[in-house]
T-cell receptor, first 113, second 117 residues
Framework: GNSVTQMEGPVTLSEEAFLTINCTYT??????LFWYVQYPGEGLQLLLK?????DKGSNKGFEATYRKETTSFHLEKGSVQVSDSAVYFC????????????FGQGTRLTINP | GAVVSQHPSWVICKSGTSVKIECRSL??????MFWYRQFPKQSLMLMAT?????????EQGVEKDKFLINHASLTLSTLTVTSAHPEDSSFYIC?????????????FGPGTRLTVL
């Protein structure tokens, strides 16, 4: 079946550091890929997505490129801020039927000033 | 836009009782709603998918008689945990798909923490 594997956390960085959170997937067919973010006390929010190979999703300074050859969708940001502290989830949808999402285990990110 | 609410945000109940959790789409019509369960420091696990006016589709290993899902309108779905036991303690999250929006975008509620004593 489909699965998503994320870099284990927690991850702690200083403000303005470069961020990479690794995500790889296993899927049949051509899934869509997502990054969701969960801020403390809030629900998951879609951060960015890519629907086909070589697409780059971007939002709020975060980027991720859909790499079919390496089955990866790594999340990057050039300069993190304290407000980026949250839990980040990589997910895929198989684009079939009910469009169910399969999530990675989540990575808790803490940014220190 | 695309706001999903859940009620209650947390609940504590005695073993053997039933608990109902509501999920509402506040500013859009949701043809499909999803219910997830999240254990501490683990990922979200899909429990079931429900479409308005029809029976929910449960994932393998999820007891449909224990986790009753009703999706009676385009803005409301409920999850009832029947005869709850301590092992049912968890964080329950719902999401909703916008009937008029991107086919594979889900909007998530803030979650409900259930503690069964």
């Amino acid at each position: 079946g489909n699965s998503v594997t994320q870099m284990e956390g927690p991850v702690t960085l200083s403000e303005e550091a470069f961020l990479t959170i690794n995500c790889t997937y296993t899927a049949t067919g051509y899934p869509s890929l997502f990054w969701y973010v969960q801020y403390p006390g809030e629900g998951l929010q879609l951060l960015l997505k890519a629907t086909k190979a070589d697409d780059k999703g971007s939002n709020k300074g975060f980027e991720a490129t859909y790499r079919k050859e390496t089955t990866s969708f790594h999340l990057e940001k050039g300069s993190v801020q304290v407000s980026d502290s949250a839990v980040y989830f990589c997910a895929l949808s198989d684009n079939q039927g009910a469009q169910k999402l399969v999530f990675g285990q989540g990575t808790r990110l803490t940014i220190n000033p | 836009g695309a706001v999903v609410s859940q009620h209650p945000s947390w609940v504590i109940c005695k073993s053997g009782t039933s608990v109902k959790i509501e999920c509402r789409s506040l500013d859009f019509q949701a043809t499909t709603m999803f219910w997830y369960r999240q254990f501490p420091k683990q990922s979200l696990m899909l429990m079931a998918t429900s479409n308005e006016g029809s029976k929910a589709t449960y994932e393998q290993g999820v007891e449909k008689d224990k986790f009753l899902i009703n999706h009676a309108s385009l803005t409301l779905s409920t999850l009832t945990v029947t005869s709850a036991h301590p092992e049912d303690s968890s964080f329950y999250i719902c999401s909703a798909s916008n009937a008029g929006g991107s086919a594979n975008e889900q909007f998530f509620g803030p979650g409900t923490r259930l503690t069964v004593l």
